[in-house]
């Protein structure tokens, strides 16, 4: 569908973000292992993480939020309150940080390049934010889904046109409310997940991504196959809505299979590029120029994905640069869709005064 990927196809990227637990950098000895030694007699060899998680310490730098050591295995009545259970969380994310920080001086002082820690690049933090750019951005996109939904709906209801029940015309208007909501969703725990990296909030980022993934392939077919009767409407949607949510369920509550997780997105991505295409060639549409931009340039937006690189300045990585090209094609994608129901309006009344006589 064309934002995000046709949001959809943008939608993808977030699905293939996934963390992997095999890089180069968490597998470095200097990063995982820290010697202890006692005036000046090395005596054993600890990991820098488990050693901060432990003492609440990386160097001269302390974090205060590592002091709980009540367990959190067992029944739910007997683990610890969630807001301890978060300090912890927070506490492990913070030692890694800092590991990661003193290797990487050491790697830059002897001329290595930047590596990978737990999947992700090593960012500079701002105000506590693990990722500020990919943040931003999220930020941004979130901004121009909301505009662009309520220009929509400004464009529907005060400047077209409507039926006597103050209705509009336009079919597919309901639909487009529902993707508006899913994408800024999806948009606002894209922005969580890059302020703090824990389970809860990379299993929120994902959820949300494959619901308006699932939710834009469906509107892509109605659309490109201008589906209008609701029981058509209904037999199309239901084995999606239901795949969708089983997917769901599977990697929340079963697991989080990275690779399988990955052939989904890029299946529905792909599926509603290619239905998106196909109708922008086929169709005389007034603004298929814009679906194309779209789709074009979602699609080469893909190779920031495929060609990573290591931040720029701490900050700015290909998938964060990924980020800021959606916020135009977002503008430019809404812009499509009030067009599209301009379009249709005025199609359907020209139908109606024609029938009239």
Known sequence: MAVRYCTALLLVLSCLFSVSYASLGDADPNYRKLKCCLSGDCFGIRTCVAECE??????????????????SVGPWYTQEPLY???????CQG????HCMVNREKERESLGHVPVKYHGKWPFKRVLGIQEPASVAFSVLNLAMHFHGWLSFFITLYYKLPLKQDKTAYYEYVGLWHMYGLLSMNSWFWSAVFHSRDVDLTERLDYSSAIAVLGF???????????????????????PILAFVTTHILYINFYKLDYGWNMIVCVTMGVAQLLLWARWAAVSRHPSSWKLWVVV???????LLEIYDFPPYKGYFDAHSIWH?????????????????????????LKKSKTKAK
């Open 296 to 302: 074009v340039a979602g699609g080469l937006a893909m």
């Open 94 to 97: 913070d030692c890694r940080y």
């Open 84 to 90: 301890l259970q978060w300090q912890k969380l927070g």
């Open 324 to 348: 800021a090209i959606t916020v135009p094609l977002t503008v430019l994608w809404w812009s499509f869709i009030r067009d599209d129901a301009e379009f249709r309006t005025c199609s359907l």
């Open 54 to 71: 432990r003492n609440g310490c990386v160097g001269q730098v302390c974090f205060p939020q590592c002091n709980s050591s009540s367990s």
């Open 216 to 238: 834009s392939l469906i509107l892509a077919i109605l659309r490109t196959f201008d589906v209008r009767v609701e029981a058509a409407r209904v037999m199309v949607s239901a």
